[in-house]
């Protein structure tokens, strides 16, 4: 698969063809009739929105992350065995911009998957997000199915010609060899919120405040309560937070890659067992008091990742978390922005360019931002074994694109 992803990097700064007013970049060779995969990304764009300025051309081929995460998802499809049939399976879609972007990075690789029966799984609770979902992905309205029993609510035909199932949970997805995508689902998921104190640890609840009218405030159970079973006996944090939720989700993911192979990728925002008190507010993109005006702010907390890892028992292995700047450094970022950088002239581009990359790779702005965790079954590992437990499922990372440096040959 490196090769794949050199390829992919090296073509990435062939120009495009401009149909304005008749004028090209000024090549006539073969090689700059030959359609790249990059470059059929942007005359969709353009067909979808009109012309592009050069700097946004630039700009498009350097610091749009999502064809990394799509060439991740066939790397480990490659590395796997290439089986005849995957399910490409996402967790919480969002408005369904994502997935377009990853089929859009599937369909520059057709050559590759051209002999693959290629399905994708959408798991929605939302009917207004899976109506939006869908006209993202098929520019239809898609009809609720009529059978009342059917674990599918909506099905459909992506413009591409892929078919596309929408469930209500996880469970309800057909069991088989697949890829699972959870971007930014896990840190909107409920926590519980614990406190160490002097009798042991109590539950942080939600009151109401008996000096103030109409205010709400945090108070501490008066005894244990079920999720503190969440809690690891040797926690040396004075407050945690844990997600039984994210746990149950992670078991069945864990159950099924290790019986069906695949793998997932989990993007969020998070933490190694490193945090402590992560729940917070947003509204209008600025931080907003969690007990003020409740239904009126999206409330968050960080995802704990070795939370996630106690979870999947072994049962897999996991690699991660690694934060957003290592994993796209990792899969060829710099490569890319020096291919396109020897290609530029005009200093106001190579100035986007460069702005481009410190947008997603500083640690002041989105470099730290996001993390990068993947669960995959043990034989995917050089000297992986079926077998595990919990403390063991930390595994190397080396041999997995995007966790380990990638070596150019």
Known sequence: ????????????????????????????SKESNRVTPMQRHLM????????????????????????????????????????????????????????????????????????????????????????IQALTLTEEKVPLETDAESLVYMKAVTKSGIPISWYRDLKDVPKGYSFYLAHEFFDVLPVHKFQK??????????????????????????????????????????????????????????????????????????????KTDTFRGFCGHQLHDVLIAPGTADLTADVDFSFLRRMAQGK????????????????????????????????SVKQQLLQGYDMLMSPQKMGERFNFFALLPHQRLHGGSQEGNACQSKTPASSVPGFGELVWQ
């Open 1 to 28: 698969m490196n090769a794949l992803v050199r390829r992919c990097v090296a073509r990435a700064g062939i120009p495009c063809l401009w149909r304005g007013k008749g004028f090209s970049s000024g090549n006539d």
């Open 44 to 131: 969709y764009k353009i067909k979808s929105t009109g012309p592009i300025t050069v700097a946004e051309y630039m700009k498009e081929v350097l610091t749009n992350p999502v064809k990394l995460i799509g060439i991740w998802f066939v790397s480990e499809w490659m590395t796997s065995g290439k089986n005849t049939a995957f399910q490409l399976v996402e967790l919480g879609p969002g408005r369904g911009t994502l997935m377009g972007d990853i089929l859009r990075v599937f369909s520059q690789l057709e050559s590759v998957l051209k002999n693959c029966d290629f399905s994708i799984h959408l798991v929605e609770v939302s009917q207004k997000l899976s109506e």
């Open 197 to 274: 104190t002097a009798k042991g640890w109590r539950e942080v609840f939600v009151d109401i405040d008996p000096q103030v009218p109409d205010k709400l405030r945090f108070v501490l159970a008066p005894g244990a309560t079920p999720a503190e079973a969440f809690i690891q006996h040797d926690e040396k944090r004075d407050h945690v937070e844990v997600c039984p939720e994210a746990g149950v989700i992670i078991q069945e993911l864990s159950q099924r890659i290790a019986l069906n192979g695949g793998a997932a990728l989990i993007v969020d925002y998070g933490h190694d067992g490193t």
């Open 316 to 347: 897999v292995a996991s690699v991660g978390p690694v934060q957003q700047r290592t994993f796209l450094k990792n899969m060829g970022i710099d490569v890319r922005l020096k291919v396109l950088l020897d290609k530029v002239d005009d200093p």
